[in-house]
């Protein structure tokens, strides 16, 4: 049975930091390809970032520069390291298995002006 669980969503000032985790079970993790999603409120649900199996790492445009995916495959765990967060970061970050569709609990993030 697959999970996920995200954890490291907090609340943090403009221009500081968090890092987001995702640990994995149920699945072989060094092999698929593993997302990071954010809702923020009255909007659509967009990815932030993805890593592959071989780590090759995509951004959005809006989070280049400021955010950093990465896994480490002997912990079953993918982060999302986010430097100069602004207000507009804020929302529910979900972790996301696209080989199987699943996805994570959520974990909050707000970042105050």
């Known amino acids: 049975q697959v999970q996920l669980v995200e954890s490291g969503g907090g609340l943090v000032q403009a221009g500081g930091s968090l890092r987001l985790s995702c640990a994995a079970s149920g699945i072989f993790f060094s092999i698929v390809t593993m997302s990071w999603y954010r809702q923020a409120p009255g909007k659509q649900r967009e990815r932030v970032a993805v890593?592959?199996?071989?780590?090759?790492?995509n951004y959005a445009d809006s989070v280049k520069g400021r955010f950093t995916i990465s896994r480490d495959n002997a912990k079953n765990t993918v982060y999302l390291q986010m430097n100069s967060l602004k207000p507009e970061d804020t929302g529910v970050y979900y972790c996301?298995?696209?080989?199987?569709?699943?996805w994570g609990q959520g974990t909050q993030v707000t970042v105050s002006s």
């Open positions: 996301y298995l696209p080989q199987s569709d699943y």
């Open positions: 890593i592959s199996s071989a780590y090759n790492t």
